[in-house]
């Protein structure tokens, strides 16, 4: 069974609009995290933001914050006024003992100017 | 810091080379993990280790090895290359695995079968 899912292969959105990219996740671990990571064209992975499963509040980095509804067991990110900069693939992530990280198939943003 | 360096870039190997992958940290961080990522995928674990001496099985171990003799380095082994092997590698390397721990992650290595 896929563990993280993002339904979103593709998104738009017009430059300084705000976007939000879905993620929902599956664990009966109580204890978990989730990431978000970007990897632009050049191909590195670049961490984006955090969220434990026991934090109460929503995360936020900047231009980057991340709705955590864990009933829904969804860990969507919003980005905020998007720059042309930020077209790239997102991926969701969660992780799982010792570490280990399960991915997404991710999400390509595009930024129109 | 250098943070996570891998070597090669890229490689082309035929089918039934064998090749080791280098990845290196100078953080001091525990964990050390290899993923791969095929087109238009996210990433898949292949093997983590938490500390020198001790490694284990990710979701896809299957025609790869590894070795952690040292805090900071983590080589990969293909043995016996196959098409389907073809695709990026990531290391990556962590200093904890709980909290706010981000993994960093290296540059990759773009590894074509054929």
């Known amino acids: 069974a896929q563990k993280i899912t993002q339904t979103q292969p593709g998104m738009f959105v017009q430059e300084k609009e705000a976007v939000t990219l879905d993620c929902t996740y599956d664990?009966?671990?109580?204890?978990?995290?989730l990431f978000w990571y970007k990897q632009p064209s050049s191909g590195e992975m670049i961490f984006l933001i955090y969220q434990g499963s026991y934090d109460q509040q929503n995360a936020t980095e900047g231009r980057y914050s991340l709705n955590f509804q864990k009933a829904r067991k969804s860990a969507n990110l919003v980005i905020s006024a998007s720059q042309l900069g930020d077209s790239a693939m997102y991926f969701c992530?969660?992780?799982?003992?010792?570490?280990?990280?399960?991915f997404g198939q991710g999400t390509e943003l595009s930024v129109k100017p | 810091n250098a943070g996570v360096t891998q070597t090669p870039k890229f490689r082309i190997l035929k089918i039934g080379q064998s090749m080791t992958l280098q990845c290196t940290q100078d953080m001091n961080h525990n964990y050390m993990y290899w993923y791969r990522q095929d087109p238009g995928m996210g990433l898949k674990l292949i093997y983590y280790s938490v500390g020198a001496g001790i490694t284990d099985k990710g979701e896809v171990p299957n025609g790869y090895n590894v070795s952690r003799s040292t805090t900071e380095d983590f080589p990969l082994r293909l043995e016996l290359a196959a098409p389907s092997q073809t695709s990026v590698y990531f290391c990556?390397?962590?200093?904890?695995?709980?909290?706010?721990?981000?993994?960093?992650f290296g540059p990759g290595t773009r590894l074509t079968v054929t």
């Open positions: 990556a390397s962590s200093y904890v695995w709980r909290g706010t721990n981000e993994q960093y």
């Open positions: 992530a969660m992780r799982e003992g010792e570490g280990k990280l399960i």
């Open positions: 664990t009966s671990d109580p204890s978990y995290g």
